[in-house]
């Protein structure tokens, strides 16, 4: 059971209300069909507050670019399937938010929160999208996003677009969403839905999770379709979820993963299991004689002292259920990571590196993404460097134009130029024993572990732990390799109930500074 949380712990402005008497504050999904069963409550009623809230609370995080004006009535129609007896989901009346890189053939614009893209018309739903539709989930908005999800530039500000603001971090709002999923974090930590969806190329939802304070899959590239989502890199993206509880993120990969004739990747996962995945949801007996490896070199000495304390506690907490945390290593740790614990992007020969292929992967997939779209000039990448340039004070095109990307659009204009996870899994101790390793645990706001696993296409799962000394949210996340959902699901729900029994519950934000005037431009560094 979660803890009270009292009216006083945060501004006026961000409580939740009741619905009809019912309290709804960090309402899970399996408590929401609870209610609709009962007839408590309605898919119609609780859409309706969700609308109120982003109403109420949006103003201040900027974390919505867009509301679908068709949500009640569609909330309507479902409401009339339960009273007939179909339910077609645990996601069906449940209201969600996509990023809006997704492509929705509905009233809404699809964007990637720029403005060149405003009118243009999507041939149909992404796949993703399709499956959330069949599950039953209302598709309530689309999140704000980093513009083009953080390709555009090598310096810019973290989920900011011209279209949609600067999206503000619920714990802090002076304070980094990071990105470029965090508009999609933020409406599930400041309770706006309990479920939404993000893409990641490289650490776009583990990152923004782990500093909101919510829970964030990224699943192995292949498992979830990218047809129809405006592309960064075919070899790197993948789609995943954000919920406040590991089951409620896990409730959302359930109906968004599976094969689709669109997406070559899903064809080539032939080991990839398709299945039910709360069925490895788990509890914290079963933690005992579970072996993780803690990364040290360049990854946990490089923790922030504070970090580091609020994830210590929940290691000692782990340990004491009879689980063993063995100290492990990267092979390629001195390579792949700077002193600093910053990733190095253009490690290995030029046609190689990371963002190398990320340039060529982006030029191709942008331009047959946009030669699809209807009712738009916009074609190519070229014309989007126009249009850029012809309209630089919101799209800031060069150096200069504005503070959210002062490096311009260079990394457009380059493109237009242009295994250490398994490793490290397979420990070998002083002793030369080998230990195979049920996880790796990280917690990187850097991004190494993230970056790692993003270059092996590999999954991650990270939960809320703590709070670092400024009141953010601290993350500690799981790693596993390809088509290991299962096994990460596993681990993270019974080192979440572990957390429960320190904590409570999942750190909640507090919303400080939510009266500052001044804009938090979270500056990141891509090369």
Same mark, same amino acid.
């Given at each position: 059971m979660r803890?009270?949380?009292?009216?006083? %712990?945060?501004p006026?402005?961000f409580w939740v209300?009741?619905?009809q008497?019912?309290?709804v504050? %960090?309402i899970?999904?399996?408590?929401?069909?609870n209610?609709?069963?009962?007839?408590v409550?309605t898919?119609t009623?609780?859409?309706a507050? #969700?609308l109120?809230?982003?109403q109420?609370?949006?103003?201040f995080?900027?974390?919505?670019i867009?509301?679908?004006?068709?949500?009640? %009535?569609?909330a309507?129609?479902?409401?009339?399937?339960r009273?007939?007896?179909?339910?077609?989901s645990m996601?069906?009346?449940?209201?969600?938010?996509?990023?809006?890189n997704?492509?929705?053939?509905?009233?809404?614009?699809?964007?990637?929160?720029?403005?060149?893209?405003?009118?243009?018309?999507?041939?149909?739903?992404?796949?993703?999208?399709?499956?959330l539709?069949?599950a039953?989930?209302?598709?309530?908005?689309h999140?704000?996003m980093?513009?083009?999800a953080?390709?555009?530039?090598?310096?810019?500000?973290?989920?900011?677009s011209?279209r949609g603001?600067?999206?503000?971090n619920s714990f802090?709002?002076?304070?980094?969403p990071? /990105?470029?999923? /965090?508009?999609s974090?933020?409406t599930v930590?400041?309770?706006?839905v309990?479920?939404?969806f993000?893409?990641e190329?490289?650490?776009?939802?583990i990152?923004p999770a782990q500093?909101n304070?919510?829970?964030?899959?990224k699943p192995?590239?292949?498992l979830?379709?990218?047809?129809?989502?405006?592309?960064?890199s075919?070899?790197?993206?993948?789609?995943g979820?954000?919920?406040r509880?590991?089951?409620?993120a896990?409730q959302?990969l359930?109906?968004?993963?599976?094969?689709d004739?669109?997406?070559?990747a899903?064809?080539?996962s032939?080991?990839?299991?398709?299945c039910?995945?709360t069925?490895?949801?788990?509890?914290k007996?079963?933690?005992?004689?579970?072996?993780f490896?803690?990364?040290?070199k360049? #990854?946990?000495?490089?923790?922030?002292?504070?970090?580091?304390?609020a994830?210590?506690?929940i290691?000692?907490a782990?340990t004491?259920? /009879?689980?063993e945390?063995?100290?492990?290593?990267?092979? #390629?740790a001195e390579?792949?990571?700077?002193k600093?614990g910053?990733w190095?992007?253009?490690?290995?020969v030029?046609s190689?590196?990371e963002?190398?292929?990320?340039?060529v992967e982006?030029?191709?997939?942008?331009?047959e993404?946009l030669s699809?779209?209807?009712?738009?000039?916009?074609?190519?990448?070229?014309d989007?460097v126009?249009?850029?340039?012809?309209?630089?004070?919101?799209? /800031?095109?060069q150096?200069?134009?504005?503070?959210?990307f002062?490096?311009?659009?260079?990394?457009?204009?380059?493109?237009?130029?242009?295994?250490?996870?398994d490793a490290?899994?397979?420990?070998?101790?002083a002793?030369?024993e080998?230990i195979?390793?049920?996880?790796l645990?990280?917690?990187?706001?850097?991004?190494v572990g993230q970056?790692?696993?993003?270059?092996?296409g590999?999954?991650?799962?990270t939960i809320p732990v703590g709070?670092?000394?400024?009141?953010?949210?601290?993350g500690?996340?799981?790693?596993q390799t390809a088509?290991?959902?299962?096994v990460?699901?596993?681990?993270?729900?019974?080192?979440?109930?572990?957390?429960n029994e320190?904590?409570g519950?999942?750190?909640?934000?507090?919303?400080?500074?939510?009266?500052?005037?001044n804009?938090?431009i979270g500056?990141?560094?891509?090369?």
């Open positions: 803890p009270p949380i009292l009216k006083q %712990e945060v006026c402005t209300d009741t619905i008497g019912e309290e504050y %960090e899970t999904i399996i408590e929401l069909q209610l609709f069963d009962r007839g409550l898919a009623g609780y859409t507050f #969700c109120e809230r982003i109420k609370v949006d103003p995080l900027e974390s919505i867009e509301v679908n004006p068709d949500a009640m %009535e569609i309507l129609k479902l409401d009339s399937e009273r007939s007896g179909r339910v077609r996601l069906h009346g449940v209201p969600v938010i996509v990023k809006d997704m492509a929705t053939k509905d009233k809404m614009q699809t964007t990637a929160g720029s403005w060149a893209l405003l009118g243009s018309k999507v041939p149909k739903d992404a796949f993703v999208i399709a499956k539709r069949e039953g989930a209302i598709i309530l908005g999140a704000n980093s513009e083009w953080s390709v555009r530039s090598k310096i810019y500000s973290t989920s900011y011209p603001g600067q999206v503000r802090n709002l002076s304070s980094s990071f /990105g470029s999923s /965090g508009g974090a933020v930590s400041s309770n706006i309990p479920l939404s993000g893409t190329t490289d650490t776009s939802i990152g500093i304070g919510v829970v964030g899959i192995t590239v292949g979830t379709s990218r047809a129809g989502i405006i592309p960064v075919e070899s790197l993206d993948t789609v979820t954000f919920g509880t590991v089951l409620d896990v959302g359930n109906a968004i993963a599976g094969k004739y669109d997406d070559q899903t064809q080539d032939r080991i990839a299991q398709y039910d995945y069925s490895f949801i788990s509890s007996i079963d933690l005992k004689g579970a072996k490896g803690l990364p040290i360049r #990854c946990w000495d490089v923790v922030p002292k504070d970090q580091k304390q994830v210590s506690k290691l000692d782990i004491a259920t /009879g689980a945390i063995i100290p492990t290593e990267f092979p #390629c390579e792949r990571i700077q600093d910053a190095n992007w253009e490690f290995g030029p190689e590196s963002f190398t292929i990320v340039k982006a030029y191709n997939g942008i331009n993404y699809k779209l209807s009712e738009t000039d916009v074609k190519t990448l070229e989007i126009a249009y850029n340039l012809d309209n630089r004070g919101s799209e /800031g095109a150096c200069g134009d504005h503070p959210a002062p490096s311009g659009q260079d990394n457009f204009e380059e493109i237009l130029e242009c295994k250490g996870i490290a899994l397979c420990h070998r101790a002793s030369g080998v195979m390793l049920d996880a645990i990280m917690s990187d706001r850097k991004g970056q790692m696993a993003a270059q092996a590999y999954p991650i799962i709070l670092d000394a400024a009141g953010i949210s601290v500690m996340s799981l790693h088509f290991h959902e299962g990460l699901v596993k681990w993270a729900s019974a080192i979440e109930e572990v957390r320190v904590l519950w999942r750190p909640m934000p507090k919303y400080h500074f939510y009266h500052s005037k804009v938090p500056k990141s560094h891509t090369t």
